[in-house]
């Protein structure tokens, strides 16, 4: 497999949590153990699409346990003989070849994954947010002789941009620090929040300077937030920011 590989340095390895749990693209060929005529394939593909139950494949670092995840597209690309190429968008946790080998088992024919690229491993693209190892140790080399400061931010992003496809929740710098200690993120604290945030999904805690503070679980949807005055709105899971950054402004215990 060859592709996008997102790689956390230091701190930032913290929000590798976030990065695991974000969707994936991938560029398959797939090899059909028998020629089948392209609106067959076409077909069968769409049916794909959804919610699918899969069981890990025998070789996986999992349980094989069925479980269900979701395919967002899988788009036809082209057909070369047996080799079918293919794009397909899905959640994370979702075996490629296994993929190939229930696409083959619908089709009658059989088929396995042939070859794999990661094309997006969340908000990391291949196109826009990438360089290859060969860049990245040029860029390195250079850095290390003329000790640019500049260089490193052509190859090491912001923490923050791991985190763009997480809904958002934005705190008053009052609340930042007791976040930084571990505390419970309650209404009070709630500066903004984006829509569409629903109870137990993973948000990204905000200051008013999006700065990331926090990665925590939402106890409430969007809609219950803007209304609550008082009680804890998501509980803090991984603190992210230095405690101190801001003034402490809490008082007592947590």
């Known amino acids: 497999m060859t592709g996008v590989l997102p790689i956390a340095l230091a701190e930032a390895t913290k929000i590798v949590q976030a990065i695991l749990l974000s969707g994936k693209e991938y560029v398959c060929v797939m090899r059909l153990h028998a ?25 996986a670092s999992v349980k094989r346990r069925l479980r269900t995840r979701n395919i967002y597209y899988n788009t036809f ?3 070369n003989g047996r080799n079918v190429l293919f794009k397909v968008g899905c959640e994370a946790g979702t075996y490629i070849r296994k993929l190939c080998y229930d696409i083959g ?38 850095w290390q002789e003329t000790n640019d400061e500049t260089i490193p931010k052509k190859f090491i992003q912001p923490m923050e941009k791991t985190l763009e496809n997480l809904p958002k929740i934005y705190i008053r710098d009052s609340a930042v620090d007791a976040i ?23 948000t990204a805690v905000f200051t008013q300077k999006t700065e990331a503070v926090a990665l925590a679980k939402s106890l409430a949807s969007t809609e219950e937030i803007l209304d609550m005055d008082h009680g804890l709105v998501a509980k803090t899971e991984r603190v992210l920011m230095h405690r101190g950054v801001y003034p402490k402004m809490w008082r007592g215990g947590l």
């Open 105 to 142: 088992e619908a089709l009658s024919c059989s088929a396995h994954m042939q070859e794999l690229r990661r094309t997006r491993a969340g908000p990391f693209t291949e196109n826009t947010n990438s360089i290859t190892l060969h860049e990245l140790s040029y860029l390195y080399s250079q």
């Open 35 to 59: 020629e089948m005529p392209e609106d067959r394939v076409r077909s069968v593909l769409n049916e794909f699409c959804g919610t699918i139950y899969q069981r890990p494949p025998v070789r």
């Open 180 to 202: 930084c200690h571990g505390a419970n993120l309650a209404a009070p604290g709630v500066l903004s929040v984006e829509t569409d945030i629903k109870p137990n999904q993973m």
């Open 77 to 79: 690309l082209e057909i």
